[in-house]
């Protein structure tokens, strides 16, 4: 009977404890202000530090990259201290439901699935894939691309663009990472590749001139994300994009981290 008792008693205390979590996640759990953010006098925003150049971590592992610049422009914006708080892709959502920090700048795009979840603001930032080929060569779209050989990293994202867009009579090679279908490209291995902008910028310092960015493949716009149900901030972080996007700031920073113009939003 002891024991009995004791497991009855341990399966109601989990029980009440996946209810509190699950209560904390509620869409509506929690709404705060600008006001409050001003009050307490600094904005707790979550970032990824493993998702370089957007998130990283600097020589005094502290947060660094382009969304942690964005992030310290949005609190210097609201005239508050930047607490910046490292989350990985899987917990950053539940972190903004359950108030561990108060909104998102952590490379997360817009999906509608997460539109269910979180409220996002205009795009900030977007990952873009490219078809990166020789300067020079005709390629404007992918319809080029047949009788060449494209090069992707395997299962990778830019492989599923390149497939799913490149015309029959194109031969895809794929190779183990980004790295081998740079070396790849380089060697004249392959005519062109997919690959993200960060990617493409890597083998313009290694190759000056030598190669460009012929069309997109694919662009993910990443927004700003918010609890639901809170009009007054989603209002201020879409002005505060709005406004650093005409004035050039968040195009200066995106230049910074990513050797390329920020692109313009889909």
Known sequence: MPNITRRTLTLGLAAAGLAASLGALAPNAWAQSVADIKKKGEITIG??????????????NQPDGYDADVARLLAKDLGVKANIVPVTGPNRIPFLLTNKVDLLVASLAITPERAKQVQFSQPYAAATIVLLGKAGANLKSAADLKGLRVGVARASTQDVAVTRSAPEGTEIRRFDDDASAMQALLSGQVDAIGCSVTVASQIKKRAPNAYEAKFNLL?????????????????TVNDFVARNTANGELNKLYHKWLDTDLPKMQ
């Open 47 to 60: 970032m990824l530090v493993d998702f370089p150049p957007y998130g990283t971590t600097n020589a005094q």
């Open 219 to 235: 662009q993910q716009s990443m927004g700003i994300a918010m609890r639901p149900n809170q009009p007054e901030l989603l209002k």
